[in-house]
């Protein structure tokens, strides 16, 4: 369009640029600010090749705008703006005007721009607070317009002065005139206008003469200003034609000046005109002067009378003070060589006009106080170029004491000293870099008289030196300043932050001054500057701040910080800057704070070149670069020697070289570097304005992670460590910051995709906690004041804030800040929704930070309570953190899902069900079932009835689609959580509620969601955490099933009926996935036998699904027969007779042991159908794989068997998931029976290390040292003692009887004593010679054990060997956490393997031959009780052989005391033994496996621990993840196993108890274990055969043993022999 239709396309864009005005758009906001300015540069552009069309239009859009009619303060701010705007493009279209314009484009433009730009200049109304800079603007386009157009305004003007001197009218109109003011004059344009005026000065009237007096000297100082070369040319070539002009003009107007007010308004002028005559000054300043000279030789003695104070005429010295001024400043542009005289007519003057303009004690004063100053600061400007070295009127505007006017004089004259472009001999600023510190003492005088005014709170502190502490004693008492005083302060602040933007050098310059105090002046400028930036009562003066504290974090102004030590005065300095900024932001004290992010966002970014520029240089002052503590990944810890440096605590002084101060920290925070603070605010301040719903604000606070990220990267380089060290969320950082590049389509997506961020944030660090307990606090305030309104009012003098409002940027949000709350603006309600999905998102990782044992755990019960010390069984829930805010977060979000407020309640409960169902961080899933699983369950009264109200149902409809969206979306990690608490309460009690709802049309929309989240859940059946799943997912399917066919039949309504069928649909759906691999699991304690009831029950639902079918063929002929909706019903009637078909199928497939027999006769119904039904259901059970070995009849023996390989079953990494969970929650009582039925187990398996290794593994974790190792009554003791009592109790047989029977029978210790201890002896024992017999024996005996190690039983070898790398391993792992703390290396050698061994020995003694030797008769080994005196002997004979097992001496015993030598000098002797029985593990072939055979007591007991405990093993899974490494569906085929088992049979114990060798046993099982039958060959190939299984017992108590034929092939040939009487008397086969 732009290259065919240039005209309709530039008219296009003019109307956008028009359309998108404030005025016309009414609200501005991020968006349409930034599409005005595309507007904008736009036209720019397009004017510099469609000029005229352009400037019409932008002349016509003035011209309208300036026509239009408002009302109300909004619409005039925006009629304001929205001139302004077109005011500025006007200004640059012009001032890029082509050259080749056509003269038709001059006629319009002066004909209609110049008319509407003139309006603006001539309408101005002082005191209109829009006026002036309106003024301002419009002449800037008047002087662009005249660069290129002068003829067209000249004429203008022209016409005017030729109507004027026509005109009889003393008021004339003189505005035109005025123009010459604001329009572009050089060389030639000057002279053109003096020739006008002097053409036509004396036909005047008075009015229009003064208007051109006072026009003409402004026109002359554009010129001077804008073409200074054509000035200085001027002194260098005088030009006559100029000069004529002047002269003229000169005498014109001297001859005007008849009276003193006319001369004290002329004389300005005629210094101007003077000036312009270079030649004439050069003849007046001789002794002889030309009579036509004579009256300018006057006139300069008239100015210099007036100027002493001679002329007897207050306005003549007013106006000679002007004039000498007007001559100064003309004076700096020329050269000193081109012309000394007219610096010689200066010097003559200066003196006096500087005593009269700098008088403190007589001010210099007009009446109008912007006129003055602005001529005060001319003469000072002036004075310092001519001569920078008389400083004198320096010294009196700095002086504490002059007046206010006076210090402001002096900053703007500085101001512009350093802004105004230079001439060459112009003097730079470096002159006054002397008076830094009168500079600095003013800025804090006039920041704390300025702030006290504006009520403001106190100065913060960085330094002691920013107390004033000396400076503020005279204001002690002093009243607050006046507001006329304040206003004065406040402009003088204002330009003392301009001055520091300008050029910071000049008051960050210390000469002469040391290290702490140079840093000490830099932190009182920073910090007044600081404290400036949340001043909303003085938003200018905030904007410049902040543009001057940019300007101060510049590369070359941070090097003049501190030069001594730039780097710790960086990091102190501008830390504390950013802690105090990003503190005042996330508690809502500033309006700007979208702008002041952006702000922040470029300091970080001069902050990152500063460090990237001393990174070498950094690495002395690395103790700055803070680390976090890594959780899982160790602590990265600050050197000791560093860390005083670093601490920023008040009173806490910092010592490194000579750039250090005494510092007070603004946090508050003993001891705690005020640089990890900083960091720790700055990261809280980014979080919390993710939920700002200004999208500017947003996109500026994640493109600010990127900034973070890079400072981590620089720092990492420096100390090189790991980056996540620094930045522990570094990845999402960057995430956050590569997502900022991308403009959203909108808010809500913008939204979506940070909760999605905030989701994958892994590590809990101060600053995410803190942000959302910040965010938790204003959440909670807005929640409260949406309910309450509109009942809220704004209590007197309150005012309304929120974190993310600003003034102008966009509306104001009332949601954070307290006060009340307008729910008719939508920011409001969508800060608050913002919010909500953030606390959802960021809550899981601020969880763990709170507390990792906010889930359901189990620890592990290696020993008993009251001896453990953490490893109790224990169940931690969720609601042992009831008081923490994240779980009192998750108690608001469930009262609010059943919101009922009037104007907003809708919008709250459909909101807080999308992002808790949606965005809910995964971590939070287990709080959030069991808290709707408690609220759900007071919906029930104590007798189980359901309590029926709208709250209760409008609540559980929430939970369902909450539930069905949190289970649909497959969040990251959410696999992780969704197993760590238990749903079957909540799902079941669910389905109780609806139950009842009725037949209504909601009620079937609830029940056919429910149906809907029910097969979602078992989509999702791998990741959840069921107890008893079988048992629940049977009683789900009773439920369901209720709810099918339930009123399909009996509606009317085709509505309702198309509605009940969805239901049919959705309950058929549901419990087809219910029932894959589902065994029925009947009612316990119904009295029927367990096959029979659950042939019931297949029966029952078989038959429900059978006539569900029916249904459907029924209602599908009618459908035939009929058109219309019910051919639309049949489609659906197509689909659920296919999910019935599938219920059936898997119904069948899980149950054909049950249900085969009711199924079979289908296949040969009458009815085809039914025929064709049951073929199809066969057919689907046959692709399933349906296993019909359950029909055969060792189903039993097969299931068993199948039970012990899922006990026995071991993972990759060796781990028993089944087996550890199983000795993790029985109860202790069972544990010498589970200590039985384990190793008997896993003996049977070849698996006994495995198991032992396990067991020992975790003992030897919980145990707090080597001495408490095994000495409690913990299960991993129980399973050793049993290993020790059944594999080797005929080593201990053979070791011990001889030993004891010589001791005992032998004549030579007949008549022996052993008893040592003194108080014991009797008259006639020597004490001597009873230990010398005591240590005989101990020797002996010790002897004997350490020769027995060939003999040692290899069961035992491995038993040992299992615990002695057990113990090795674990104290690796622990040394290897604490050495790494310590950066040392690890050298276990040195440390580990002598406590290791020494564990093995000390473990054999305690638990297997000590108690042995204390009791010889009760171990077996003896028939009868040895007598007391060898008792005693023993007794302390196994007290020396445990001591030398446990590698120590006797302390606290004095009477064994004397033994200490012999136990001492065998330590080398039994380590060496304990070393040899335990280095080495015997191959599992070779080990004898006495237990090898598995007898039906210890199946039947494994089946009852396992189904007793079914629930906690697996609560006990869930919440320690075992699965994780072997997944889930070992328990999932356990509880089916346990299921299709059914309940245990309740036997005593004693009836199953059974044990080996010496132990109460039966008769086979002695057999086999005394005659080790297991190690024949005839029984090894019998049993690899698999054709005989036991069961049960014969009414003698013998086990049954049961021949399987249909198991032998007829190749084999083999016969059985019964070769003892005994065993054939022992067992019956059948």
Not at 317 to 341: F, G, M, R
Not at 989 to 1008: C, D, E
Request: aromatic share 8%.
């Amino acid at each position: 369009m732009a290259a065919h239709k240039p005209v309709e396309w530039v008219q296009a864009v003019v109307n956008r640029f028009d359309e998108q005005l404030p005025i016309k758009a009414s609200q501005q906001n991020t968006h349409t600010k930034v599409s005005t300015e595309h507007n904008k540069e736009c036209l720019i552009n397009i004017s510099k090749y469609k000029f005229s069309l352009v400037i019409s239009g932008l002349t016509n859009i003035l011209k309208n705008v300036n026509n239009m009619r408002i009302f109300g303060e909004t619409a005039e701010k925006n009629l304001y703006l929205s001139q302004l705007i077109i005011l500025d493009t006007l200004e640059k279209c012009l001032a890029g005007q082509p050259k080749d314009t056509m003269r038709l484009d001059e006629t319009m433009l002066v004909k209609q721009l110049l008319p509407e730009i003139c309006h603006f200049i001539h309408t101005y109304r002082e005191g209109n607070q829009h006026a002036a800079e309106l003024r301002n603007s419009a002449s800037g386009v008047l002087f662009s317009l005249s660069c290129n157009n002068f003829n067209a305004v000249f004429s203008r003007i022209s016409t005017r002065l030729q109507e004027l001197t026509v005109c009889s009218e003393d008021n004339a109109d003189v505005h035109d005139i005025e123009l010459l003011q604001y329009i572009s004059v050089d060389c030639a344009k000057l002279k053109r206008l003096l020739q006008e005026t002097v053409f036509k000065f004396k036909a005047l009237k008075k009015v229009a003469q003064l208007a051109v007096i006072n026009s003409l000297e402004k026109a002359f100082w554009n010129w001077v200003e804008n073409y200074p070369d054509e000035f200085t040319k001027l002194y260098q070539t005088p030009q006559t034609d100029m000069a004529d002009c002047a002269e003229k003009l000169f005498d014109l107007v001297d001859g005007f000046a008849e009276s003193t007010k006319r001369k004290a308004a002329v004389w300005p002028l005629q210094i101007i005109l003077l000036v312009l005559c270079p030649e004439i000054i050069q003849d007046i300043a001789k002794d002889v002067v030309e009579e036509t000279k004579m009256n300018k030789k006057l006139f300069l003695d008239n100015l210099r009378k007036a100027l002493a104070g001679h002329s007897g005429s207050r306005q003549l010295t007013e106006s000679a003070a002007i004039a000498c001024v007007k001559l100064c400043k003309a004076s700096t542009y020329i050269n000193w060589e081109d012309n000394s005289v007219i610096f010689l007519l200066v010097q003559s003057m200066v003196v006096d006009l500087k005593n009269l303009l700098f008088n403190p004690s007589k001010p210099f004063s007009r009446g109008n106080q912007n006129a003055d100053v602005d001529l005060m600061i001319d003469c000072l400007v002036s004075c310092f170029r001519i001569n920078p070295h008389n400083n004198q009127h320096f010294k009196i505007c700095l002086a504490q004491n002059s007046p206010s006017t006076f210090h402001y004089v002096l900053v703007n004259s500085l101001h512009r000293i350093i802004t105004n472009s230079a001439l060459d001999w112009w003097p730079r600023i470096d002159a006054v870099y002397c008076h830094s510190m009168e500079l600095r003492s003013m800025f804090s005088e006039t920041l704390h008289k300025a702030v006290q005014g504006c009520g403001a709170h106190p100065a913060i502190r960085m330094t002691p030196s920013l107390t004033f502490k000396e400076k503020m004693t005279s204001l002690k008492f002093k009243e607050k300043p006046t507001d006329l005083e304040t206003r004065s302060y406040k402009f003088l602040l204002l330009s003392l932050v301009k001055l520091i933007h300008a050029d910071p050098k000049l008051l960050l310059c210390n000469p002469r001054k040391q290290g702490p105090e140079t840093q000490g002046s830099t932190a009182e400028l920073i910090t007044g500057l600081v404290q400036l930036v949340p001043q909303s009562s003085m938003p200018d003066i905030a904007q410049e701040a902040m543009e001057a504290l940019l300007v101060l974090h510049q590369l070359d102004s941070i090097d003049l910080w501190n030069p001594d030590a730039p780097i710790e005065t960086f990091w102190e300095i501008s830390s504390q800057m950013l802690f105090y900024i990003c503190k005042k932001l996330t508690s809502h004290q500033m309006l700007s704070s979208t702008e002041i992010l952006k702000w922040l966002r470029e300091i970080l970014i001069c902050r990152n070149k500063f460090l990237l520029k001393n990174k070498q240089s950094d690495r002395s002052s690395c103790h700055l670069l803070f680390l976090y503590d890594v959780p899982g990944g160790g602590t990265s810890q600050i050197s000791l020697d560093h860390e005083e440096m670093i601490r920023c605590a008040p009173g806490a002084t910092l010592r490194k070289g000579k750039g250090n101060s005494s510092m007070e920290s603004t946090a508050g925070c003993s001891g705690t570097p005020i640089c990890r603070q900083a960091q720790t605010k700055l990261e809280v301040a980014l979080y919390m304005f993710l939920w700002s719903p200004d999208i500017e604000a947003v996109l500026v606070a994640m493109s600010c992670f990127r900034h973070l990220c890079e400072e981590a990267d620089i720092r990492c380089g420096v100390d090189e460590v790991s980056v996540h060290n620094f930045l522990p969320n570094y990845n999402t950082f960057m995430e956050f910051a590569s997502v900022s590049n991308m403009m959203s389509t909108g808010r809500a997506a913008l939204q979506k995709r940070v909760m999605a961020l905030l989701r994958r944030i892994e590590h809990p660090t101060a600053g995410n906690t803190e942000a959302w307990e910040d965010t938790h606090a204003k959440w909670e305030q807005a929640t409260k004041l949406i309910l309450n309104y509109p009942k809220t009012k704004m209590e007197d003098g309150q005012v309304t804030e929120s974190l993310h409002k600003t003034i102008v940027k966009r509306r104001m949000s009332h949601v954070s800040g307290g006060g009340s709350i307008d729910l008719s603006d939508t920011d409001s309600l969508q800060e608050w929704i913002n919010m909500t999905g953030f606390l959802c998102a960021l809550g899981g990782v601020c969880l763990q930070h709170r507390s990792n044992a906010g889930l359901a755990t189990y620890s592990p019960p290696m020993g008993p309570v009251n001896e453990r010390k953490g490893s109790m069984i224990s169940m931690v829930s969720t609601e042992g953190n009831a008081e923490t805010p994240v779980s009192k977060f998750i108690d608001r979000l469930l009262t609010l899902m059943v919101c009922n407020h009037e104007k907003v309640g809708l919008q709250i409960r459909t909101n807080i069900k999308d992002l808790v169902g949606l965005e809910l961080s995964p971590a939070l899933y287990p709080m959030l079932f069991n808290k709707l699983k408690n609220t759900i369950s007071k919906f029930f009264d104590s007798q189980g009835q359901v309590l029926l109200t709208e709250t209760n149902t409008q609540f559980v409809e929430q939970t369902i689609a909450i539930m069905k969206n949190l289970l649909d979306n497959h969040t990251e990690g959410s696999s992780e959580h969704l197993g760590q608490a238990s749903i079957e309460t909540m799902m079941l009690n669910l389905v109780r509620y609806v139950r009842v709802l009725g037949n209504l049309v909601h009620a079937i929309q609830i029940k056919t969601k429910l149906c809907q989240l029910v097969e979602v859940m078992m989509e999702r059946r791998d990741d959840l955490s069921f107890c008893q799943e079988m048992k629940f997912r049977n009683k789900m399917v009773e439920y369901l099933t209720d709810w099918v066919m339930g009123t399909s039949n009996q509606a009317t309504d085709e509505d309702v009926k198309c509605l009940t069928r969805d239901l049919d649909q959705a309950s058929m759906e549901a419990v087809v996935s219910l029932l894959a691999g589902l065994p029925l699991q009947p009612e316990e304690g119904d009295g029927v036998e367990l096959m029979e009831a659950k042939s019931q029950l297949f029966l029952k639902y078989f038959t429900l699904f059978m006539n569900l079918l029916n249904d459907c063929s029924e209602v599908e002929d009618e459908s035939a027969q009929t058109g219309g909706r019910k051919r639309g019903m049949s489609r659906r009637l197509a689909s659920l007779r296919h999910c019935t078909v599938l219920a059936m199928s898997n119904l069948l497939n899980a149950n054909v042991d049950s249900g085969l027999m009711h199924s079979i006769g289908l296949g040969y119904h009458k009815d085809l159908q039914t025929r064709a039904t049951f073929m199809e259901v066969l057919t689907k059970i046959l692709q399933q794989g349906t296993e019909f070995d359950t029909l055969a009849e060792t189903v039993l023996a097969d299931r068993f068997e199948r039970l012990v390989e899922l006990v026995t079953m071991m993972g990759d990494q060796g781990e028993l998931p089944i087996a550890m969970a199983l000795a993790n929650v029985v109860p202790c009582s069972q544990w010498d029976e589970l200590a039985r039925v384990l190793v008997t187990l896993f003996d049977s398996r070849h698996l006994l290390y495995q198991l032992l290794w396990n067991m020992f593994s975790k003992e030897v974790e919980l145990a707090d040292s080597m001495q408490t190792l095994f000495r409690g009554n913990s299960l991993a003791s129980k399973i050793m003692t049993f290993c020790f009592k059944v594999y080797g109790a005929t080593y201990l047989q053979k070791l011990l009887e001889p030993l004891l029977r010589t001791v005992i029978t032998s004549s030579e210790w007949q008549h022996v004593s052993f008893e040592v201890d003194p108080t014991r002896l009797e008259p006639t024992e020597s004490l001597e010679e009873n230990q010398r017999s005591l240590l005989q024996m101990t020797e002996k005996f010790f002897h004997a054990i350490i020769n027995s190690s060939s003999e040692f039983p290899p069961q035992l070898r491995s038993v040992c060997h299992c615990l002695y790398q057990a113990t090795c391993h674990s104290l690796l792992n622990k040394a290897t956490v604490k050495e790494k703390k310590e950066n040392k290396k690890s050298v276990v050698s040195q440390r580990f393997p002598q406590n290791s061994i020494g564990a093995v020995g000390s473990a054999m003694f305690l638990r297997f031959i000590n108690p042995a030797i204390v009791s010889p008769y009760e171990a077996g080994i003896l028939d009868k009780k040895p007598p007391p005196r060898i008792e005693r002997g023993l007794k302390l004979m196994s007290k020396i052989l445990q001591s030398i097992a446990n590698h120590v001496l006797f302390t606290k015993e004095e009477h064994m005391r004397p033994f200490n030598d012999f136990v001492k000098s065998n330590f080398d002797a039994a380590r060496r033994f304990f070393l040899d029985i335990a280095s080495d593990c015997p191959a599992s072939d070779t080990v004898n496996h006495s237990l090898s055979f598995i007898s039906d007591g210890n199946v039947l007991a494994l089946h009852r621990l396992l189904w007793n405990n079914q629930e906690k093993i697996g609560q006990y899974l869930s919440s320690n993840r075992d699965h994780k490494a072997v997944g889930r569906r070992p328990f999932d085929k356990m509880a089916t196993l346990l299921a299709y088992l059914g309940p245990p049979e309740h036997k005593p114990v004693a009836d199953t108890h059974w044990s080996s060798l010496n132990l109460t046993s039966s008769k086979f099982e002695e057999f086999m274990t005394r005659h080790q039958v297991h190690e024949k060959e005839e029984f090894k190939a019998l049993k690899t055969l698999n054709i005989f299984y036991q069961a049960g017992t014969s009414k003698a108590g013998n086990p049954v043993f049961y021949y399987i034929a249909r198991r032998a092939t007829n190749k084999q040939n083999f016969s059985i022999n019964v070769e003892d009487s005994r065993l054939a008397r022992s067992t019956e086969i059948c």
